[in-house]
T-cell receptor
């Protein structure tokens, strides 16, 4: 698989349910960032988790990171219709110069009423 | 809340023409980036910029591309002679620090090359 692959590719849930999206990557990272993108719009930064962190919370978002498995998950609790969007993980390299982000393929989340 | 802004939101150009995409990063940020997203594909890194010079560039960022910070606020991406395959959404991003910082993205410029 390529660096930054999310699964599932698409997820459809009802409002109030929880949504879990997974991301896998291949190389060592400094941090992993999650973004949301509404259709045809810009990327909204959601959360950054560093390689020495295992879990992070922000409001209804919970992100985990397992560096041994090179994977991360994003959990959105009590989903709302407004959460409908594509969600991407992006990894920053462990070392080197300015941290170019490598993006995954994204998960399209549909939250229905 | 400070945000990255980009102009124009949509640019239509003829193949072979030069385009300049403009960005105003968040004011206290020191690192600047351009990414692009071809319709239906992943977001791809193009170039990073710090202290008035390119830090890193991808294979996509060939001689047709250039970046500049012409003044204290703007950050531009120039494509000298556009090709059909340059049609994409171009995102500018900025971060306070280098590795370990959140990158905040602008709303993007949709470039359509005819």
């Amino acid at each position: 698989s390529q660096q930054g692959e999310e699964d599932p590719q698409a997820l459809s849930i009802q409002e109030g349910e929880n949504a879990t999206m997974n991301c896998s990557y291949k190389t060592s990272i400094n941090n992993l960032q999650w973004y949301r993108q509404n259709s045809g719009r810009g990327l909204v930064h959601l959360i950054l988790i560093r390689s020495n962190e295992r879990e992070k919370h922000s409001g209804r978002l919970r992100v985990t990171l397992d560096t041994s498995k090179k994977s991360s998950s994003l959990l959105i609790t009590a989903s709302r219709a407004a959460d409908t969007a594509s969600y991407f993980c992006a990894t920053a390299p462990q070392a080197g110069t300015a941290s170019k982000l490598t993006f995954g393929t994204g998960t399209r989340l549909q939250v229905t009423l | 809340e400070p945000e990255v802004t980009q102009t124009p939101s949509h640019q239509v150009t003829q193949m072979g023409q030069e385009v300049i995409l403009r960005c105003v990063p968040i004011s206290n940020h020191l690192y600047f980036y351009w990414y692009r997203q071809i319709l239906g594909q992943k977001v791809e890194f193009l170039v990073s910029f710090y202290n008035n010079e390119i830090s890193e560039k991808s294979e996509i960022f060939d001689d047709q591309f250039s970046v500049e910070r012409p003044d204290g606020s703007n950050f531009t991406l120039k494509i000298r002679s556009t090709k059909l395959e340059d049609s994409a959404m171009y995102f500018c991003a900025s971060s306070v620090l280098d590795v370990g910082s959140e990158q905040f993205f602008g709303p993007g410029t949709r470039l359509t090359v005819l």
